[in-house]
């Protein structure tokens, strides 16, 4: 794989992961592709711990940074 088409899909995975936060935070129902589970935002996190959303098996985990 050339360096080209490598940043081509770190984008679009950036993008995609981009899109399914905003569909979130606004409170629509986000399905993992993978069980078919809600993906949940936690965002209320004690300091020091990262903010993330998941779902219920941990297919889907995206870690957030809140800097």
Do not use: H, P, W
Request: with cysteine; aromatic share 6%.
């Amino acid at each position: 794989m050339d360096l080209a088409q490598f940043n081509k899909l770190r984008a679009r995975s950036f993008n995609e992961q981009k899109a399914l936060l905003k569909k979130i935070a606004k409170g629509q129902t986000v399905l993992c592709s993978t069980c078919n589970q809600a993906i949940e935002l936690n965002v209320a996190v004690k300091e020091g711990e990262k903010a993330y959303a998941k779902c219920q098996k941990g297919c889907t985990y995206i870690e957030l940074d809140m800097a």
